[in-house]
């Protein structure tokens, strides 16, 4: 492997990372919204809350490491893809902006009227964040992203895989949520709110499939080089995804929680990976390959000590906040 | 015909009607937001410290009045850092959104700091999470050192971040080589001359920012008679690093001006407002420059040359040494810069008045105008640190790399449609803002009321169920 190809690879790391544990995040919105009215809405709330609060900053924090490598490693694509780009990039920041401070001041809201206000503006954001960021994908995978960065700002993330992505993404995040939202209902010992998120966890797990299904053949005319890849050297990972999100589906229906959430990652983290694996080694796919776009060699060696320095320093204390945050001390309120 | 005069005022007007539409905006867009998340970075820095020695009095002194205020703080915190996280995250968007021309070319040489600094915060949220979420789900021993990676990782943020620039006022790590950079050195950005002073100023001025604003809430409980040993113990322990910091700060700022005539000419020239080259060069209070004079100023001979050439003779290099094509708007960085300074003195003689009389045995805490000048005490110090910021950026002008990049050619492609960004922008900091100061009062508020545990209300109070 090349050095650009390992800092690359290291970046996308990165990418997958924020897409299944900051996605498990952003899906939390998606049943926040549709929890119902204050009354009815307040044991899943409560439970979002709970579930999401400690971790929700550190895996949000993927996001800026892949931004810093991208910048750092690759600056001139960089830069190409946040001109062209500029609009739904500003509608993600937004989302996030909205989704982070309306989630720390939800916590701490004194009246219900300021707690449904920031409540909402949470949830929805949470949808809205996965969705931009799912066009952006889309753009990049299909080749609308020039190296001059003098792409058009609007047809480069609204066509039919920028779209397909965006929804795609909002589903994956409302899955995974659903999934672990299940278990952390079932592990704090309410019955009801289990099922329930059982069930709507279903519908959206099956939903979420049947646009992936229906996004198929306008992808693979609209992004060939993606739709090559998927198809082709991607192939394995496709299947291993609709295999794990099967198997998630299933554990779901004879009520094995704990067990669900492993194929929930997988299927989220290989269709992920797949998408990286078919547009290699396209960076900017049709404009820049991963060497061509990597910036100065120095600079990777430091990426890589980074990086290395993060693997020492950084996924020991995370695993032990995941594991706490997922072990039975913590689910007692 | 065309004299040479002309020629230049006409090239002069040429540069400036060729200025990108998307310039102004996108500086005030930058200054807005990082002006906003400055204040924020302040309490990820300072704040953890802070909360750790409260914490661990309270554990080692069997202390339930300090344990409180720990757990008020660690709660006010994640509100804080929470804003603080997501408005970190739009400077990072920002970067490129804004400077594309900046990332684009010089993103691997100023990118390898912000990957530490990314680091960095990553540990710093992860404790985050541990901390917060761990009050009476750990041994309280092993509980209160979780603050202590996050006092540490927001140190090492600081440094990082402010690494890049000062690596902006003295660019270094690279060579340009018919206008391509080559010999790129990354680590030389990270570890440059200028990063650890200019980090130093900036570390000091968050412990003055967060020290003075936490004490100043308890100066205000006490002006409004709430004089027990909690608004006591929660005033005097930020107050004491703030008055550390306060002291310190002067002679941070003062080093790190040393040698700025050969680095930044025309910065210091803005600074001290000279217009002309002279010999010994007066300290200016005060004053603009109005078509090339200076007015209003008040002059305190030598005094200029002492302070900032340390030398009674040698003279402030003026801004007529600079051609008119590189120098920055004079007005503002000279009064930003004064601002800051004047601010920074008078609380570094407020504490040590304070602390002065204390040995003596008079408790200034006793006083209403110590407690009211301690509650302006935490604005002051952002307006300085604000301030600060204002003079260094503003007098790097025109240029975004010192004498390597003008500003203009970094900036993004945009129309002046940019400025609707800004108008945005600014309803939403200003909705965080209000959203922020509305929970955190309602926080308090329930917290005098002698709540503690401070449960979200999802759903109606229970008699409007049962009603």
New interface residues.
Partial sequence: MSLEVAVAAAMFVGVIAYTVLGGADFGSGFFDLTAGD??R??EL??LV?HSI???W??N??W???V???W??????S??????TL?LP??LA??G?????????????????G??RL??VTFAVSSILTPFFLGTVAGAIASGRVPLD??GDRWSSWLNPTSLFGGVIAVGTCAFLAGVFLTADAERSHRQRLTEDLRTRTIVVGLATGAVVFAALVPVLRDAPVLGEGLTGRAAPLVVLSAIAGGATLLLLVRRRFRAARWPAVVAVASVVSGWGVAQYPWLLVDEVTIVDAA??S???W??LV?VG??VV??VP??A??LR??QSE??T?R | MLSPDLLVHTVVQLASAAEPAGLMPARQQMALSLGWHIILACFGVAFPAIIFVMHLRGIRRDDPVALELARRWAKVSAVLFAIGAVSGTVLSFEMGLLWPGLMGTYGDVLGLPFAFEGLAFFVEAIFLGIYLYGWGRMPPRQHVLMVLPMAVTGIIGAYCVVAVNAWMNVPTGFRLVDGEVTDVQPWTVLFNQHAFLQFAHMWVGAYMVVGFSIAGVYAVGMLRGRRDAHHRLGFIVPFVFASVAALTQPFVGHVLGFGLDERQPAKLAAFELAETTESPSPLRLGGVLVDGEVRGSIDIPVLGSLIAMNSPTAPVPGLDTIPEDERPPVNLTHLAFQTMVGIGTLLAAGVAWFWFQRRRGRDLLERRWFLRAAVAAGPLAAIALESGWVATEVGRQPWIVHGVMRTPEAVGDYTSALWWLLGISTVIYTAMTVGAVVVLRSMARRWRAGETDLPSPYAPPVEELQR
């Fill in positions: 204050s009354r809405g307040a709330r409560t809350d609060g400690p971790v900053e550190a949000h924090v996001l800026i490491y931004l810093v490598i910048w750092t490693g690759f600056p001139e960089f830069a190409a893809a946040m001109s500029v990039l500003l920041l937004l996030i902006v909205l989704r982070g401070a309306s989630f720390a001041f939800r916590k701490y809201s004194a009246t219900l300021q707690a920031f409540g960065g003098a910036g100065a120095s600079t990777l430091g990426l980074a320095l993060a320093v950084v204390p995370l032990y906040l706490l945050t001390a913590w007692r």
